[in-house]
């Protein structure tokens, strides 16, 4: 529990650090767990059949730093950008498919579709994390997927293991429950309807900004966990403990980040919609 503490101040330290740096900075980081996510993600599901990374997963780390150059080039120089995201990560499917065609029979078709999967479920949903910054005002949004993800998280094992009594996953997550769920999406409301009275409101012009960051923290809250559940199903499904070992106490990326993945691209959106940046 000590190392699981000291891990995770360090990690919360570093994460302002970066959050607050932005720029260069933010997307180094984000390149960096991205490459880690989707490595971690391609050995638990079995894209990697062996002790050596395979050409799939080449493919993929090759494309994460392309996937990244692209977002960077195209926020720095403020150029509409984003058609050019969906054509590349169709060149990239199609890039796995030559890899599995001119190797069959190597690889099988379910390697290929996961590492695809891999690519989009690490790599692109994290890199919200970075494009919520660079959005105006995103200083102060970027803070809203933290909200709704590490903060939920504190709430609702707070709430749990004090009136938990209804289990939410028995199967998949035996520990968590409705009560402790509850309690995750109403704290992440409150700490962002708090965050928005006290540094958001103040900085922008909208009267119901209080209550907008209210709803986004607590829909933010739910896909998290749902988040959560998922990353958990998968280490079932293929029989791991953790993702990694790179966070001590915590397992890898994908055990620390795997709410911050859900929540990171649905606050952006919600960012997008409601409060017109």
């Known amino acids: ?5 000291i891990s995770g101040a360090v990690l919360a330290v570093l994460a302002v650090f970066f959050l607050l740096s932005g720029g260069t900075i933010l997307a180094c980081a984000c390149l960096f767990l991205s490459v880690i ?19 799939l997963e080449i493919i993929g780390v090759i494309g994460v730093f392309l996937y990244y150059a692209l977002i960077y080039i195209g926020e720095l120089t403020k150029t509409e950008y984003r058609v050019y995201l969906v054509l590349f990560i169709c060149l990239l499917l199609i890039s796995y498919m030559f890899v599995y065609v ?13 590492a695809f999967t891999c690519f989009i479920y690490g790599p692109v949903m ?15 949004y970027v803070w809203l997927i933290f ?19 209804h289990k939410l996953a028995p199967v998949l997550s035996p520990k968590k429950s409705i009560e402790g769920a509850a309690g995750g999406i109403l704290g992440s409301a409150l700490v962002g309807a708090l965050y928005g009275y006290f540094v958001i409101a103040p900085r922008v012009n ?24 998922a990353a958990s199903g998968i280490k079932r499904n293929h029989e791991i403990k953790d993702y990694g070992k790179l966070i001590p106490g915590h397992g890898g990326v994908m055990d620390r980040f795997d709410s ?18």
């Open 147 to 165: 909200i709704s993800s590490w903060i939920s998280d504190t709430c609702a094992y707070l709430v749990g293991v004090t009136i938990g009594k």
């Open 206 to 229: 909208n009267a119901h900004v209080i209550w907008i960051l209210a709803v986004i923290s607590a829909i933010g809250s739910l896909i998290s966990q749902v988040g959560d559940l």
């Open 37 to 55: 996510a989707y490595l971690e993600l391609t050995k638990a599901t079995k894209v990697r059949r062996g002790a050596k990374i395979n050409f």
């Open 260 to 277: 911050v993945i859900f929540t990171a691209p649905i606050v952006y959106g919600m960012l997008i919609l409601w409060m017109k940046p």
């Open 126 to 140: 994290l890199s919200f994390i970075y494009l919520s910054r660079n959005l105006e005002n995103g200083i102060y």
């Open 1 to 5: 529990m000590l190392e699981r503490v």
């Open 102 to 114: 001119f190797a069959f029979p190597k690889f099988v078709s379910e390697q290929v579709m996961t």
